[in-house]
């Protein structure tokens, strides 16, 4: 637990003998021990355990507000705490108090640009209604709570007479400090950033995982199995699916968490080596005595891997949350339910509790305001995809023609197809929604099928082929009997922004658009804060296989890692045919393109790409990896990739010059910029 203290005097002031007052902690306290930072922070050390501090002067907000910028919070900011409290206001000059209001706001974005950490922010100690309509305006700007301090006005709170000095013997003696620490704690603690994680039973019926023993906040944590790729071997759909043996097991867990919390993980086995993924969290990993333990201070997805990427432990920690039930509420609570298909319509809401598993999947179509939620498991397994494939109902969580659909929280195992699909859909909001165990052919992650007005957030994909997919389609039904057109190119791919999601790519590419591109026009898409754990054909990929016009196109502060534990893909000729990779380190792009008509177009007319950024994009790789490659390729002078801007190229985390960097293209390929 980080907690940062921004204040004033009240929290901390040096020696000043001119003013009788020879402490270094928070004026006017009889020791450190006794300042409201210090009683604070033992408080809340005796309910959740070891706290690191800051303590930082915000003078400059109170003195000179006009002159604040966020470039003031930097080392604040790299703190980076899970609780800010900032105890601001009583040396606001006369006049100056909006534009201090205005100034707190930036202070407090600058050092929580991602609203990250609970912010507390208190009243005046000295009574100042204006002062407090500023904090509590900036409170509520911030996502923060403003905690009075009304109770602690008055004499008796006071150091009068302790000091000779009036402006020392103002500030608050140890009952003040006392109770402005107790005002603090209880805002706090009913916030819920001290409490445990809420960890849920696994249901009766559901396997358990026996690779790893975990505890969470010192509470057992069941894990569950899910069956994962074991290689990257792949084949045209030979009308039969995938042999199972060439997946194997894998674990995952999942809890809540309004605080950070501590895990310990025994894994049945014993181990030399132990990675926790994203390596961009940075998160520190301990081993003693067969276990590893490490603290997750933020909701996020995580993979632990033990002597390489098999057999892993999945980790989804989720932010906690209530969701209400309506009398539209199709509600499944704890337990394994054999649902079949769900078919959900206009103002239906489908709950999926947390311990819940049920087996089925969902279906929506013509329909709209309609929500799923919950932190349950969504399982497909034992369906089969359809022969031939019913492109409107196959797969795990199929929309066609829907507006406004929130799907919030579940977890989706072994789909039988693309894993969630959605054809002419708007206005689409999935956040913290986990794939895992697609490891059957085509079980793609997300297929955005002619969409528009998209938010992906906070979710992890873990798929067996393409895993953020935006596609243009136009193609046929066929029941056997009859064949119906479906048309879907007649809606452009706009307005998306996918950001903060963990992938992990078992075949194909990891954030990409096509290859199917079957529409007039892509444009205003934005990938942003993601990491992909895994590309296996690539990582930003740009598959034009069709007439689209693609532009202004973001991918933004990028994480990909490469392990020395992955292997090539390759393509299975024959039932017979086995995966016999060699030993070779294995480097798929980090960014490409290229452009054709091939088996994916339907109007064998080329498209453009063109205003395309790359910004921050981070290679994370195992000793031994050069940089990844980087091409593009057009088709015709007329249909070329051009105006591709890479600004900010990392690997390992130095910044990358022209010179460093090799990028591949051919002569129908325009201008390319690194910086």
């Known amino acids: 637990m980080k907690v940062l203290f921004v204040g004033n005097s009240l929290a901390y002031h040096g020696?000043?003998?001119?003013?009788?007052?020879?402490?270094?902690?928070?004026?006017?306290?009889?020791?450190?021990?006794?300042?409201?930072?210090?009683?604070?922070?033992?408080?809340?050390?005796a309910k959740c355990g070891p706290v690191e501090t800051m303590v930082a002067g915000g003078v400059k907000v109170e003195r000179e507000p006009a002159a604040v910028t966020a470039e003031d919070f930097a080392h604040l900011r790299a703190f980076d705490p899970d609780i800010i409290v900032a105890r601001l206001c009583e040396n606001v000059p006369?006049?100056?108090?909006?534009?201090?209001?205005?100034?707190?706001?930036?202070?407090?974005?600058?050092?929580?640009?991602?609203?990250?950490?609970?912010?507390?922010?208190?009243?005046?100690?000295?009574?100042?209604?204006?002062?407090?309509?500023?904090?509590?305006?900036?409170?509520?700007?911030c996502g923060g709570i403003y905690v009075p301090l009304d109770a602690v006005h008055g004499d008796a709170f006071k150091a009068l007479g302790e000091y000779a000095h009036?402006?020392?013997?103002?500030?608050?003696?140890?009952?003040?400090?006392?109770?402005?620490?107790?005002?603090?704690?209880?805002?706090?603690?009913?916030s819920g950033a001290l409490d445990p994680a809420t960890v849920y039973p696994i249901p009766d019926g559901e396997p358990i995982s026996g690779d790893y023993q975990v505890t969470v906040?010192?509470?057992?944590a069941g894990c569950y199995t899910c069956h994962v790729s074991a290689m990257p071997f792949n084949r045209e759909w030979p009308g039969h699916q995938r042999p199972y043996s060439q997946g194997e097991q894998a674990s995952f867990l999942y809890f809540d968490m309004s605080a950070p919390a501590r895990l310990t993980v025994r894994p049945n086995r014993a181990f030399t080596e132990a990675v926790l993924r994203p390596l961009s969290k940075g998160i520190e990993l301990t081993a003693a005595d067969g276990a590893i333990s490490f603290t997750i201070r933020k909701p996020g997805h995580f993979s632990l891997e033990i002597d390489g990427r098999r057999h892993n432990l999945h980790i989804f920690a989720n932010p906690k949350q209530a969701y209400a039930r309506t009398p539209d509420t199709l509600y499944f609570g704890p337990g394994v339910h054999k649902a079949g298909p769900i078919v959900l319509h206009?103002?239906?809401?489908?709950?999926?509790?947390?311990?819940?598993?049920?087996?089925?999947?969902?279906?929506c179509v013509d329909s709209s305001n309609v929500r799923i939620v919950g932190?349950?498991?969504?399982?497909?397994?034992?369906?089969?995809?359809?022969?031939?494939?019913?492109?409107?109902?196959?797969?795990?969580?199929?929309?066609?023609?829907?507006?406004?659909?929130?799907?919030?929280?579940?977890?989706?195992?072994?789909?039988?197809?693309?894993?969630?699909?959605?054809?002419?859909?708007?206005?689409?909001?999935?956040?913290?929604?986990?794939?895992?165990?697609?490891?059957?052919?085509?079980?793609?992650?997300?297929?955005?099928?002619?969409?528009?007005?998209?938010?992906?957030?906070?979710?992890?994909?873990?798929?067996?082929?393409?895993?953020?997919?935006?596609?243009?389609?136009?193609?046929?039904?066929?029941?056997?009997?009859?064949?119906?057109?479906?048309?879907?190119?007649?809606?452009?791919?706009?307005?998306?922004?996918?950001?903060?999601?963990?992938?992990?790519?078992?075949?194909?590419?990891?954030?990409?658009?096509?290859?199917?591109?079957?529409?007039?026009?892509?444009?205003?898409?934005?990938?942003?804060?993601?990491?992909?754990?895994?590309?296996?054909?690539?990582?930003?990929?740009?598959?034009?296989?069709?007439?689209?016009?693609?532009?202004?196109?973001?991918?933004?502060?990028?994480?990909?890692?490469?392990?020395?534990?992955?292997?090539?893909?390759?393509?299975?000729?024959?039932d017979e045919a086995k995966y016999e990779p060699d030993?070779?380190?294995?480097?798929?792009?980090?960014?490409?393109?290229?452009?054709?008509?091939?088996?994916?177009?339907?109007?064998?007319?080329?498209?453009?790409?063109?205003d395309i950024t790359y910004k921050n994009i981070r290679v994370y790789a195992d000793e031994g990896f050069g940089v990844p490659p980087i091409y593009f390729r057009g088709a015709s002078p007329e249909n070329r990739f051009d105006r591709i801007t890479i600004d900010g190229l990392y690997f390992?985390?130095?910044?990358?010059?022209?010179?460093?960097?090799?990028?591949?293209?051919?002569?129908?390929?325009?201008?390319?910029?690194?910086?």
């Open 15 to 45: 020696e000043a003998p001119e003013l009788g007052w020879y402490g270094n902690h928070g004026m006017a306290a009889s020791s450190k021990e006794n300042d409201f930072v210090h009683v604070l922070t033992r408080m809340i050390e």
């Open 94 to 141: 006369a006049g100056q108090l909006e534009a201090f209001g205005k100034a707190y706001v930036r202070m407090l974005r600058a050092i929580d640009p991602e609203q990250n950490a609970k912010i507390f922010c208190t009243g005046s100690y000295w009574p100042s209604k204006e002062a407090d309509f500023e904090i509590q305006t900036a409170a509520s700007l």
């Open 166 to 190: 009036e402006g020392v013997a103002a500030h608050p003696n140890d009952a003040g400090m006392k109770a402005i620490a107790g005002q603090l704690f209880a805002a706090i603690d009913a």
């Open 217 to 220: 906040d010192g509470q057992p």
């Open 346 to 363: 206009s103002g239906q809401t489908l709950f999926v509790d947390a311990g819940a598993v049920v087996k089925g999947f969902v279906q």
């Open 375 to 574: 932190r349950g498991i969504l399982d497909c397994a034992g369906y089969d995809r359809h022969v031939p494939l019913i492109w409107e109902e196959d797969g795990l969580m199929n929309l066609a023609r829907c507006e406004n659909v929130l799907v919030d929280g579940v977890i989706l195992r072994d789909s039988n197809w693309w894993s969630i699909t959605a054809f002419n859909c708007v206005n689409l909001h999935y956040n913290n929604v986990k794939t895992i165990g697609m490891w059957r052919y085509n079980t793609d992650g997300f297929d955005f099928v002619n969409c528009q007005n998209v938010r992906v957030t906070n979710c992890f994909l873990r798929n067996f082929d393409d895993v953020i997919v935006l596609k243009g389609l136009r193609v046929e039904q066929n029941d056997g009997a009859s064949r119906t057109p479906l048309c879907y190119e007649r809606m452009n791919v706009q307005n998306f922004l996918v950001e903060n999601c963990v992938i992990w790519c078992d075949w194909g590419g990891g954030l990409e658009l096509g290859a199917e591109t079957v529409a007039d026009e892509y444009c205003n898409l934005v990938f942003r804060n993601c990491d992909i754990l895994r590309n296996d054909m690539g990582a930003l990929r740009i598959h034009s296989g069709d007439r689209a016009v693609i532009h202004h196109l973001t991918y933004e502060n990028i994480n990909v890692e490469y392990s020395r534990y992955d292997r090539a893909p390759m393509m299975q000729t024959s």
């Open 583 to 610: 030993d070779m380190l294995y480097t798929p792009a980090v960014i490409c393109g290229w452009m054709y008509c091939g088996r994916w177009s339907n109007d064998n007319i080329l498209g453009n790409v063109y």
């Open 652 to 675: 390992n985390g130095k910044r990358l010059a022209a010179a460093d960097v090799e990028i591949e293209k051919n002569e129908f390929t325009g201008d390319i910029t690194l910086k």
